[in-house]
């Protein structure tokens, strides 16, 4: 007779979004007949409010959920795949990637149609601040970009105040909060998040960080094989697909999490593309393509070329001066941001080298 199996211990950030996360990976283990405790951890991201940008961006929230893996401490640790690092770490391996969510962004506080001069809009990834800049350039409107730090709570309250005019924030941390309805949405993205007007932002207009929407199972390599075989029933084969690809993209750029990088992998037939791929007029920037004759995977992207750092300077007494965890200290940017956008087409049995043959191809421009 063999004995009751033993508990998961799952390893995850303290936060609503990464809690939620980690409660998704324990519904799906427990359903497999395998009992479950979190465990949370408390990362460096979590304790210093700079700009991620300043203090390394690649790997502050996920060092410590990775320390407590190899210490024994957790069985797996529960990641946003956007926020893990590229490079493999010793010791570890990523057992299962989930099946991804939206993988777009959500403009909230506005719609597409709203954006004018001097809109202030809040955000604290460079990927998203060097394609708003483009984008309201775009529609002849020269709008500022802040960077701003904390949960959806904290970002939307800054709107709430009256601090930023919008925030960009991902749809499928908004899912995962049921801050947006699941299911399909109206064709023109326009929704309401939190009472206040919002659109989810098509791939045409931002693409995402590598691996966003996608959640990613850690565990060290010496792992009770029974457990890793379980976390392993996880994977979602098509998502791994896409995610090598992406990450791999990232890798080959030699960038970090902060980058201004925007990448989407798709595996798809020639008219079917998942909501937010279908492809439009890219508005006039440089496409560059490279195409495989046995092509059933489309990697495209978007890089962001700066000479300065990533966000507009504050101005005396704006927000971000005023010593608030949502506002880090700032540094100015240069607007005059050169957008290359790219796409390339492999097989998906190659999908790592399909992102190091587009990224060569960016790096080339």
Same mark, same amino acid.
């Given at each position: 007779?063999?004995?009751?199996?033993?508990?998961?211990?799952?390893?995850?950030?303290?936060?609503?979004?990464?809690?939620?996360?980690?409660?998704?990976?324990?519904?799906?283990?427990?359903?497999?007949?395998?009992?479950?405790?979190?465990?949370?951890?408390?990362?460096?991201?979590?304790?210093?409010?700079?700009?991620?940008?300043?203090?390394?961006?690649?790997?502050?929230?996920?060092?410590?959920?990775?320390?407590?893996?190899?210490?024994?401490?957790?069985?797996?640790?529960?990641?946003?795949?956007?926020?893990?690092?590229?490079?493999?770490?010793?010791?570890?391996?990523?057992?299962?990637?989930?099946?991804?969510?939206?993988?777009?962004?959500?403009?909230?506080?506005?719609?597409?149609?709203?954006?004018?001069?001097?809109?202030?809009?809040?955000?604290?990834?460079?990927?998203?601040?060097?394609?708003?800049?483009?984008?309201?350039?775009?529609?002849?409107?020269?709008?500022?970009?802040?960077?701003?730090?904390?949960?959806?709570?904290?970002?939307?309250?800054?709107?709430?105040?009256?601090?930023?005019?919008?925030?960009?924030?991902?749809?499928?941390?908004?899912?995962?909060?049921?801050?947006?309805?699941?299911?399909?949405?109206?064709?023109?993205?326009?929704?309401?998040?939190?009472?206040?007007?919002?659109?989810?932002?098509?791939?045409?207009?931002?693409?995402?960080?590598?691996?966003?929407?996608?959640?990613?199972?850690?565990?060290?390599?010496?792992?009770?094989?029974?457990?890793?075989? *379980?976390?392993?029933?996880?994977?979602?084969?098509?998502?791994?697909?896409?995610?090598?690809?992406?990450?791999?993209?990232?890798?080959?750029?030699?960038?970090?999490?902060?980058?201004?990088?925007?990448?989407?992998?798709?595996?798809?037939?020639?008219?079917?593309?998942?909501?937010?791929?279908?492809?439009?007029?890219?508005?006039?920037?440089?496409?560059?393509?490279?195409?495989?004759?046995?092509?059933?995977?489309?990697?495209?992207?978007?890089?962001?070329?700066?000479?300065?750092?990533?966000?507009?300077?504050?101005?005396?007494?704006?927000?971000?001066?005023?010593?608030?965890?949502?506002?880090?200290?700032?540094?100015?940017?240069?607007?005059?941001?050169?957008?290359?956008?790219?796409?390339?087409?492999?097989?998906?049995?190659? *999908?790592?080298?399909?992102?190091?043959?587009?990224?060569?191809? *960016?790096?080339?421009?």
């Amino acid at each position: 007779m063999t004995g009751a199996p033993r508990t998961i211990r799952i390893g995850a950030r303290r936060s609503p979004l990464a809690r939620a996360q980690a409660e998704l990976v324990a519904a799906r283990l427990e359903a497999l007949g395998h009992p479950t405790r979190y465990v949370p951890i408390v990362t460096h991201g979590d304790t210093d409010r700079r700009e991620l940008t300043q203090i390394g961006g690649t790997g502050v929230f996920t060092s410590a959920v990775r320390d407590a893996l190899l210490a024994g401490e957790v069985d797996v640790g529960v990641h946003s795949l956007k926020d893990l690092p590229t490079a493999p770490a010793d010791g570890l391996r990523l057992a299962a990637v989930l099946e991804r969510e939206d993988t777009r962004d959500v403009l909230v506080g506005l719609r597409l149609d709203d954006l004018r001069d001097g809109t202030t809009l809040g955000t604290g990834a460079p990927r998203r601040a060097v394609q708003l800049h483009d984008l309201a350039g775009r529609r002849d409107a020269a709008v500022r970009v802040l960077p701003v730090r904390g949960n959806v709570d904290t970002r939307i309250g800054l709107i709430l105040q009256g601090r930023v005019d919008a925030v960009v924030l991902a749809a499928a941390g908004l899912r995962r909060l049921g801050r947006l309805p699941s299911g399909e949405l109206p064709a023109d993205g326009v929704v309401e998040v939190a009472g206040l007007p919002a659109q989810l932002l098509g791939h045409d207009v931002m693409l995402p960080a590598p691996g966003q929407g996608a959640i990613g199972c850690e565990i060290a390599e010496r792992l009770d094989p029974a457990l890793a075989q *379980a976390i392993g029933r996880l994977d979602h084969p098509l998502t791994r697909i896409e995610t090598t690809a992406e990450r791999a993209f990232l890798r080959e750029l030699e960038a970090g999490c902060t980058a201004p990088v925007g990448v989407r992998a798709t595996v798809t037939g020639p008219t079917t593309y998942p909501r937010g791929d279908e492809p439009t007029d890219g508005g006039g920037d440089l496409v560059k393509s490279v195409r495989d004759t046995t092509a059933d995977l489309t990697l495209r992207a978007v890089v962001g070329k700066t000479i300065g750092d990533t966000f507009d300077e504050p101005t005396e007494g704006s927000p971000s001066t005023q010593r608030d965890p949502a506002w880090p200290s700032t540094t100015p940017e240069l607007i005059n941001t050169e957008v290359i956008r790219i796409e390339g087409h492999g097989s998906s049995s190659a *999908a790592a080298d399909v992102g190091r043959r587009l990224a060569r191809l *960016a790096l080339s421009q």
